[in-house]
């Protein structure tokens, strides 16, 4: 359940209160049945697609656990399923996600009953099948914030008009039209219908018949007032009905509640709700199966055509009583009491229509109305009883056959009464009411590309974000401003690498590999520091040149700068490829030799790295940094693990994947490969650089959990596919070019996993995020980023399509089917980025460009996280109190730092 309808709920005075009135049940507010399945959308809403899920949707259905229901979720910005008939078994229910949507087919011939007459007006109607049937079942329900919607407005496949305009053209032809009704509810006990909105219904809405057992609460029906037989909810010889904090709006009857030819309508509470347009809060036509039991307590209407109505004649009346009205305001309605036995005056039998024992109790219409109060005849009039009801001046009165309790008289017309002053109401006062009436709800529309204001845009300034360093808490004021202070380039170097030079004229400072020249510096950077030298840095020059090797650079006693006086960058590069996958055993072959005689210290990230099984994505990196103020200028880094060619070896062990005779090995995955991974180095510096990779290109780490280390990146560019720029450290880019490879159908540009009290993760000025032309990124589905949910091993934000499945908290990360744990530190590993003054290309999703982490229904899942707010909010809905179980204080859930601010943009421009 959202934030927001939660909070509304509660001011309505829903949470958990328990209902009984003249539904015989003890009534509360339904609960979210467990999940046996989610389902993900395919389609974005504005896709307009006309493509069905209606098999895995149906499939789902029929293969769930009782007790449990098939749920439908979001995948970022595809929210739309569509879907011809679809049938609830006994027991099982159906979940929609806010965001949303369940579309009903317009193809006609999907609905067909019996005959092919499905949208097709004629003599006979009702022979459409319902978009939704629950039929002789048990413990069924359609729960969740999500919406419904018949699409009655729409064109009908193959025809030049809705359904709504074939309605229409019915009653002008004086035949009938063929529409399916949205959910009909047929011989079943112990229905549910939970939040959920329903609108555009091409007949009725809900309608239920002989039903015992049913509840609608918090749900929004919505539908045009001029749209022809779409009635709200309709009871049907049923018992036991509530409904309950509703809002609904659309063209035909609110409610109507009918005794027809099944039998019996009786125990029904319509509770705490809302209407708008329609034609009222009523009962029939059909009476002759019999009404009552009835209490209508309040509500609110305002705009319908009729008010309190009951409505019935001589070809289909009967016995209505015991009809309570209690606590009514009407505003703005052409008849706000309507109770007729001659609903249509050409009628003809003797099903003679009774009303009796009808209360009305504390009723209010504002504004000016027509009242209707006719009994059939003498030897059957209406029995009514008023208790302070209160009627707008200047409403007209047509009273007829008609008993009536006053509170201080009772009077008997038999004859028709025209006397505008009969029945003597009182004057309302608006106050009463004042505060009842509400607009119906908006649609809840969250924002999935939240802009800075300007005011929190001058939090992003680079002064400000590289101004601190250290615990996130106990940060250290150390104001750096990188642009002011360019990397320089000495006259002389300390060091010269040539990967051409045949020989060395000095083994010291001359070098043929570049991990030679940096073991060298940090060996010397030591004794220099032991001499309290006054050199404040080295600088090692690289000649232009393809240097084939691992860069490693442990913590250093002097910074260090790596740099090329060739200012195209792609004429130095280093490069190598490793990835993932690779076992420790061939990394050792590969590379030992560059790390024989090497320092300690380097020795030891090279061991850490060999050891593994697999050297995992820490252990790819081609250049690894872990020294704190060390730069890097004209230099391309690449890791080349698929860059040239597939590693058939890694890709397509069997030496086939799907490969025909004369065609290339096809690429089954990606592994990750690092192109440079920063480890919890502090005010390094790179200038016009190139990163190139696909998965994972650069890694910028924390050395510990909410430890902030700076980099900063200068007219540099970095490339790839998924995930590209990832870590925990505050990062800035200035003027740099981020490119999106275009091999992968969904690509996602970052992966920050910045704990939740580090004040910035990334922040990008005056970048331009372009692709490579291809025709996966030219298709507008590639994402700004997602944020790394690092370490977890479950998820609690959402169950996974695994029976009796818990994420809970604990100290630990651990998944053992079906139960597993989260921690507090993983929990607050949220990501932040913010994007400023950039150009977004094409290739990134306009409506929705950042991504939930994995989808809905995976054990990796986490929904997106735009700021604090957000955080909390979907802590408390995993049932996490970040108060009570994190030991935040109360006042750190509202936004009002930039460490509050997770995801945002300001003064983009999107191609």
């Given at each position: 359940?959202?934030?927001?309808?939660?909070?509304?709920?509660?001011?309505?005075?829903?949470?958990?209160?328990?209902?009984?009135?003249?539904?015989?049940?003890?009534?509360?507010?339904?609960?979210?049945?467990?999940?046996?399945?989610?389902?993900?959308?395919?389609?974005?809403?504005?896709?307009?697609?006309?493509?069905?899920?209606?098999?895995?949707?149906?499939?789902?259905?029929?293969?769930?656990?009782?007790?449990?229901?098939?749920?439908?979720?979001?995948?970022?910005?595809?929210?739309?399923?569509?879907?011809?008939?679809?049938?609830?078994?006994?027991?099982?229910?159906?979940?929609?996600?806010?965001?949303?949507?369940?579309?009903?087919?317009?193809?006609?011939?999907?609905?067909?009953?019996?005959?092919?007459?499905?949208?097709?007006?004629?003599?006979?109607?009702?022979?459409?099948?319902?978009?939704?049937?629950?039929?002789?079942?048990?413990?069924?329900?359609?729960?969740?914030?999500?919406?419904?919607?018949?699409?009655?407005?729409?064109?009908?496949?193959?025809?030049?008009?809705?359904?709504?305009?074939?309605?229409?053209?019915?009653?002008?032809?004086?035949?009938?039209?063929?529409?399916?009704?949205?959910?009909?509810?047929?011989?079943?006990?112990?229905?549910?219908?939970?939040?959920?909105?329903?609108?555009?219904?091409?007949?009725?809405?809900?309608?239920?018949?002989?039903?015992?057992?049913?509840?609608?609460?918090?749900?929004?029906?919505?539908?045009?007032?001029?749209?022809?037989?779409?009635?709200?909810?309709?009871?049907?010889?049923?018992?036991?009905?509530?409904?309950?904090?509703?809002?609904?709006?659309?063209?035909?009857?609110?409610?109507?509640?009918?005794?027809?030819?099944?039998?019996?309508?009786?125990?029904?509470?319509?509770?705490?709700?809302?209407?708008?347009?329609?034609?009222?809060?009523?009962?029939?036509?059909?009476?002759?199966?019999?009404?009552?039991?009835?209490?209508?307590?309040?509500?609110?209407?305002?705009?319908?055509?009729?008010?309190?109505?009951?409505?019935?004649?001589?070809?289909?009346?009967?016995?209505?009583?015991?009809?309570?009205?209690?606590?009514?305001?009407?505003?703005?309605?052409?008849?706000?009491?309507?109770?007729?036995?001659?609903?249509?005056?050409?009628?003809?039998?003797?099903?003679?229509?009774?009303?009796?024992?009808?209360?009305?109790?504390?009723?209010?219409?504002?504004?000016?109305?027509?009242?209707?109060?006719?009994?059939?005849?003498?030897?059957?009039?209406?029995?009514?009883?008023?208790?302070?009801?209160?009627?707008?001046?200047?409403?007209?009165?047509?009273?007829?056959?008609?008993?009536?309790?006053?509170?201080?008289?009772?009077?008997?017309?038999?004859?028709?009464?025209?006397?505008?002053?009969?029945?003597?109401?009182?004057?309302?006062?608006?106050?009463?009411?004042?505060?009842?009436?509400?607009?119906?709800?908006?649609?809840?529309?969250?924002?999935?590309?939240?802009?800075?204001?300007?005011?929190?845009?001058?939090?992003?300034?680079?002064?400000?974000?590289?101004?601190?360093?250290?615990?996130?808490?106990?940060?250290?004021?150390?104001?750096?401003?990188?642009?002011?202070?360019?990397?320089?380039?000495?006259?002389?170097?300390?060091?010269?690498?040539?990967?051409?030079?045949?020989?060395?004229?000095?083994?010291?400072?001359?070098?043929?590999?570049?991990?030679?020249?940096?073991?060298?510096?940090?060996?010397?950077?030591?004794?220099?520091?032991?001499?309290?030298?006054?050199?404040?840095?080295?600088?090692?020059?690289?000649?232009?040149?393809?240097?084939?090797?691992?860069?490693?650079?442990?913590?250093?006693?002097?910074?260090?700068?790596?740099?090329?006086?060739?200012?195209?960058?792609?004429?130095?590069?280093?490069?190598?490829?490793?990835?993932?996958?690779?076992?420790?055993?061939?990394?050792?072959?590969?590379?030992?030799?560059?790390?024989?005689?090497?320092?300690?210290?380097?020795?030891?990230?090279?061991?850490?790295?060999?050891?593994?099984?697999?050297?995992?994505?820490?252990?790819?990196?081609?250049?690894?940094?872990?020294?704190?103020?060390?730069?890097?200028?004209?230099?391309?880094?690449?890791?080349?693990?698929?860059?040239?060619?597939?590693?058939?070896?890694?890709?397509?062990?069997?030496?086939?994947?799907?490969?025909?005779?004369?065609?290339?090995?096809?690429?089954?995955?990606?592994?990750?490969?690092?192109?440079?991974?920063?480890?919890?180095?502090?005010?390094?510096?790179?200038?016009?650089?190139?990163?190139?990779?696909?998965?994972?290109?650069?890694?910028?780490?924390?050395?510990?959990?909410?430890?902030?280390?700076?980099?900063?990146?200068?007219?540099?560019?970095?490339?790839?596919?998924?995930?590209?720029?990832?870590?925990?450290?505050?990062?800035?880019?200035?003027?740099?070019?981020?490119?999106?490879?275009?091999?992968?159908a969904t690509s996602y540009v970052l992966a920050p996993n910045t704990n939740v009290k580090t004040a910035y993760g990334f922040v990008f000025n005056e970048c331009d995020f372009t692709n490579d032309g291809s025709a996966n990124a030219l298709a507008g589905q590639f994402y700004l980023g997602r944020q790394w949910f690092h370490t977890q091993k479950c998820t609690p934000y959402a169950g996974i399509n695994q029976a009796d499945y818990s994420c809970t908290l604990a100290g630990t990360d651990s998944y053992q089917a079906p139960r597993g744990s989260i921690s507090k530190s993983v929990l607050e590993t949220v990501g932040k980025a913010v994007i400023l003054n950039s150009?977004?290309?094409?290739?990134?999703?306009?409506?929705?460009?950042?991504?939930?982490?994995?989808?809905?229904?995976?054990?990796?899942?986490?929904?997106?996280?735009?700021?604090?707010?957000?955080?909390?909010?979907?802590?408390?809905?995993?049932?996490?109190?970040?108060?009570?179980?994190?030991?935040?204080?109360?006042?750190?859930?509202?936004?009002?730092?930039?460490?509050?601010?997770?995801?945002?943009?300001?003064?983009?421009?999107?191609?």
């Amino acid at each position: 359940m959202s934030r927001a309808i939660l909070a509304s709920l509660v001011l309505l005075g829903l949470c958990c209160e328990a209902v009984q009135a003249q539904d015989s049940r003890i009534v509360k507010q339904p609960v979210m049945p467990r999940v046996c399945t989610i389902l993900t959308a395919n389609q974005a809403d504005h896709d307009g697609s006309a493509a069905l899920d209606t098999a895995r949707i149906q499939t789902a259905l029929d293969q769930c656990t009782q007790g449990q229901a098939v749920e439908l979720a979001a995948n970022n910005e595809k929210n739309r399923f569509q879907a011809g008939p679809l049938r609830l078994p006994g027991g099982i229910s159906l979940m929609i996600d806010p965001e949303v949507t369940l579309y009903a087919s317009t193809d006609a011939a999907l609905f067909h009953k019996g005959t092919q007459s499905c949208g097709v007006n004629g003599e006979k109607g009702r022979n459409c099948r319902p978009f939704i049937t629950i039929e002789d079942a048990r413990g069924s329900g359609i729960y969740g914030s999500g919406v419904i919607d018949g699409q009655g407005g729409k064109l009908v496949q193959g025809k030049q008009e809705s359904w709504w305009q074939m309605a229409r053209r019915a009653q002008q032809e004086n035949n009938e039209h063929n529409v399916p009704r949205l959910i009909e509810i047929n011989r079943s006990q112990d229905i549910t219908l939970y939040q959920v909105t329903l609108r555009n219904a091409a007949n009725f809405h809900v309608t239920l018949n002989q039903v015992d057992g049913f509840t609608a609460w918090g749900i929004k029906i919505d539908t045009p007032a001029n749209a022809r037989n779409t009635d709200g909810i309709d009871p049907i010889s049923s018992r036991n009905i509530t409904i309950a904090h509703s809002f609904i709006r659309t063209g035909d009857d609110n409610i109507a509640i009918k005794g027809g030819k099944s039998g019996l309508v009786e125990n029904v509470s319509i509770l705490h709700n809302h209407f708008y347009s329609g034609h009222g809060m009523s009962i029939g036509s059909e009476t002759n199966g019999g009404v009552r039991k009835i209490l209508v307590q309040d509500l609110t209407m305002d705009g319908s055509t009729s008010g309190l109505r009951i409505k019935s004649d001589v070809s289909r009346g009967g016995m209505v009583e015991q009809v309570r009205y209690e606590d009514i305001c009407l505003r703005n309605v052409k008849a706000p009491i309507d109770i007729d036995t001659h609903y249509n005056p050409k009628a003809q039998g003797n099903a003679i229509p009774q009303y009796r024992e009808i209360q009305l109790d504390h009723v209010s219409s504002l504004t000016p109305g027509r009242i209707i109060l006719r009994g059939y005849d003498a030897q059957h009039p209406l029995g009514i009883q008023f208790k302070q009801v209160a009627i707008a001046a200047n409403s007209p009165q047509l009273v007829q056959y008609a008993e009536i309790q006053l509170e201080q008289r009772d009077i008997k017309i038999a004859e028709q009464n025209t006397l505008a002053d009969a029945l003597n109401f009182q004057t309302p006062v608006a106050a009463d009411c004042q505060t009842k009436f509400l607009d119906f709800p908006a649609p809840e529309e969250r924002n999935f590309r939240p802009q800075l204001r300007p005011d929190q845009a001058k939090q992003y300034a680079m002064s400000q974000v590289l101004r601190t360093t250290g615990v996130a808490g106990k940060e250290v004021v150390d104001p750096w401003d990188p642009v002011t202070q360019e990397i320089a380039t000495p006259v002389k170097p300390d060091y010269l690498v040539d990967g051409n030079a045949k020989e060395l004229a000095n083994s010291k400072t001359q070098f043929t590999r570049i991990q030679a020249a940096i073991n060298q510096a940090v060996l010397d950077a030591r004794q220099l520091s032991a001499e309290k030298s006054k050199k404040s840095r080295l600088y090692i020059q690289v000649l232009p040149g393809f240097y084939h090797e691992l860069i490693y650079v442990p913590a250093s006693a002097l910074p260090i700068t790596l740099y090329s006086t060739e200012s195209d960058a792609r004429q130095t590069k280093i490069y190598a490829s490793v990835h993932a996958a690779l076992l420790g055993k061939s990394f050792s072959e590969k590379y030992a030799a560059q790390f024989v005689g090497v320092d300690r210290s380097i020795q030891d990230m090279y061991q850490a790295a060999k050891e593994r099984n697999v050297v995992g994505t820490n252990g790819t990196a081609i250049a690894w940094i872990r020294a704190d103020g060390f730069q890097i200028k004209n230099i391309t880094i690449e890791n080349s693990y698929n860059k040239d060619a597939v590693d058939i070896k890694t890709e397509c062990p069997n030496s086939r994947c799907g490969a025909t005779a004369g065609t290339a090995p096809v690429v089954v995955v990606h592994h990750q490969a690092v192109a440079m991974m920063v480890e919890g180095a502090d005010k390094v510096q790179f200038e016009n650089i190139r990163l190139h990779g696909f998965q994972d290109t650069l890694y910028l780490r924390s050395s510990a959990v909410a430890k902030t280390a700076r980099s900063f990146f200068y007219r540099s560019y970095i490339e790839g596919n998924v995930d590209f720029i990832f870590g925990d450290t505050t990062a800035y880019f200035y003027r740099s070019e981020i490119k999106s490879l275009g091999d992968r159908a969904t690509s996602y540009v970052l992966a920050p996993n910045t704990n939740v009290k580090t004040a910035y993760g990334f922040v990008f000025n005056e970048c331009d995020f372009t692709n490579d032309g291809s025709a996966n990124a030219l298709a507008g589905q590639f994402y700004l980023g997602r944020q790394w949910f690092h370490t977890q091993k479950c998820t609690p934000y959402a169950g996974i399509n695994q029976a009796d499945y818990s994420c809970t908290l604990a100290g630990t990360d651990s998944y053992q089917a079906p139960r597993g744990s989260i921690s507090k530190s993983v929990l607050e590993t949220v990501g932040k980025a913010v994007i400023l003054n950039s150009t977004i290309g094409r290739h990134i999703q306009r409506q929705h460009p950042w991504a939930d982490w994995n989808k809905k229904g995976s054990l990796a899942y986490r929904p997106a996280q735009f700021t604090v707010s957000d955080y909390w909010r979907n802590l408390r809905d995993a049932g996490v109190d970040p108060v009570l179980h994190l030991g935040y204080d109360a006042k750190e859930e509202s936004v009002t730092t930039s460490a509050d601010i997770f995801l945002g943009e300001f003064n983009n421009v999107q191609q």
